[in-house]
């Protein structure tokens, strides 16, 4: 298996596939499906600012955009993704990153990496982000939120 770092070296991820991912500041999420699963991913939102969140998986070392999900419609909403089952003998991995902008949406703002914290909550477990955070103590990490479960 890459790194992460190895993965995304040279490549432009996140919304729109415009950004570089700053991989030491967020440490990303990875949710696996073992041979025979698929991840049922469901998302919400409370934020004041265009927000997104972005599924990666890695194949054989390849990694690929397999959604993009996020508050400003049409080119984006919060539907539920379903990861295909997992027919291969290894463990397929998805990294989960979250974005935002600052303000309302529009196109020529740019996207800001979110601060990714984990949330525990039945029957799913889940992934939250912050836009602007000031302190674990009190950030919420309810800006965009990615709730999962291996099915």
């Not at 992460?4 to 950004?19: I, S, T, V, W």
């Not at 949710?31 to 991913?41: N, P, Q, S």
């Amino acid at each position: 298996m890459l790194k992460g770092e190895d993965l995304f070296k040279g490549r432009k991820y996140g919304p729109d596939d415009k950004n570089g991912i700053d991989i030491d500041r967020c440490g990303l999420p990875i949710l696996t499906a073992e041979k025979g699963k698929k991840l049922h991913c469901s998302f919400t939102a409370e934020a004041d600012w265009e927000q997104a969140m972005c599924i990666y998986s890695v194949v054989n070392g390849t990694l690929t955009k397999v959604a993009e999900r996020g508050t400003y419609k049409p080119r984006r909403n919060l539907d539920d993704w379903v990861s295909p089952i997992n027919e291969s003998d290894q463990p397929v991995d998805y990294y989960i990153t979250a974005w935002h902008k600052k303000g309302s949406p529009s196109a020529d703002k740019p996207w800001y990496q979110n601060e990714m914290g984990s949330i525990r909550s039945d029957p799913y477990n889940s992934w939250g982000s912050e836009d602007s955070p000031s302190d674990p103590l009190t950030d919420d990490y309810n800006d965009i939120v990615i709730h999962f479960q291996t099915l």
